[in-house]
């Protein structure tokens, strides 16, 4: 098997993939549920390509964590050195997870794991201004942040200026999603699912407040809780809410309009137009069955 072209492989040529797996499948206390690791692997290979071109910030913060598996993975497949969870509640499979996965050699030789056991609202404000030594060119991440907690999440990240958002949301509602109820009817109303109105509205907001943001579906995941959206910041100077890709697209888009307008509305003499020509034909076709 070309085991050496995966992009999750290490030098072994196995992949760490693999090496995720048996470490689970070995591992010593509760672990998470058999569904858990395929969703967090999922989240990471949808994002992992916007994270190289964004030049793979090297700190992430988890929020809503849980087990941790995503920081684990982030660190075991080099894609971060210096990860922290949020999650008030830390379950004990984290730990179990953490000596798996050392024991099976698969963390960095030099990395930082923290856990921090406050709510996000607490912990993301102060681990995001650099509270705990950390600072700028960091990337929030959150897999199944449930119901508001991803829209609070993504809110403090935005306002202090996250390098990356990296979100897949879960559990939506109509008390919870940004709209509320106006959501609800406009997905009603459009026979569309309240979380991808919901999830698309969130793309938007990015980019509004100045990320690049794309939306990418976890094949891994149920139909409700598949959508990732991954957003990192546009360079200083390119201006905050963008709404074209360029101003050549948008000088097209423009001229493609006028043209069509000036079609529209060409000054022609009254009576000459599409319509009147076609009434000048019926009136010609009906006189000639006349006349027969
Ligand atoms: C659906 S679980 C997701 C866990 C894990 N990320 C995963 O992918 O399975 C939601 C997590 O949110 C955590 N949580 C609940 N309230 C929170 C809060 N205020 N701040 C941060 N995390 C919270 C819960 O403890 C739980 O672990």
Redesign the pocket.
């Known amino acids: 098997m070309a085991t050496a072209q995966c992009e999750l492989c290490d030098e072994s040529g196995d992949t760490v993939e693999r090496r995720v797996y048996r470490a689970i499948r070995l591992a010593q206390g509760p672990t ?1 549920g058999d569904k ?1 690791l395929p ?2 692997l999922g ?1 990471i290979k949808r994002l992992r390509k916007d994270w190289l071109a964004a030049g793979s910030p090297s700190r992430c913060i ?6 941790g ?2 920081s684990l993975l982030l660190l075991s497949l080099g894609l971060s050195r210096d990860a922290t969870i ?4 830390r ?1 004990r499979s984290f730990d179990t997870l953490l000596s798996a996965f050392r024991e099976a050699g698969l963390l960095p030789e030099s990395y930082s794991l923290q856990y921090d056991e ?4 607490e ?1 993301l404000p102060y681990l995001l201004r650099g509270g705990d030594g950390g600072g700028g060119g960091t990337v929030v991440v ?5 119901a508001h ?1 991803t829209r ?1 999440l993504v809110e403090i990240a935005v306002a202090e200026r996250a390098a990356g958002i990296a979100v897949m949301p ?2 939506h509602s109509r008390r919870t999603v940004a709209g509320a109820d106006r959501t609800k009817h406009a997905a009603d109303a459009l026979g569309l699912p309240l979380g991808v109105v919901a999830d698309i509205a969130l793309l938007g907001r990015l980019e509004a407040a100045g990320y690049d943001a794309r939306l990418r579906v976890v094949e891994a995941c149920a139909p409700s809780s598949n959508r990732v959206v991954v957003a990192f910041r546009r360079g200083e100077g390119s201006g905050g809410a963008r709404l074209w890709e360029g101003s050549a697209a948008r000088a097209r888009a423009s001229e493609g309009l006028s043209r069509a307008y000036e079609r529209v509305h060409a000054a022609r003499p009254a009576g000459t137009g599409r319509k009147a020509r076609n009434r000048e034909r019926r009136e010609y076709r009906a006189a000639r069955e006349r006349d027969k």
């Open positions: 998470p858990e969703e967090s989240f988890e929020v809503a964590g849980g087990h598996l995503v949020v999650d008030p509640f379950p406050r709510p996000l609202d912990a959150a897999c199944h942040a449930c907690l609070d879960c559990c």
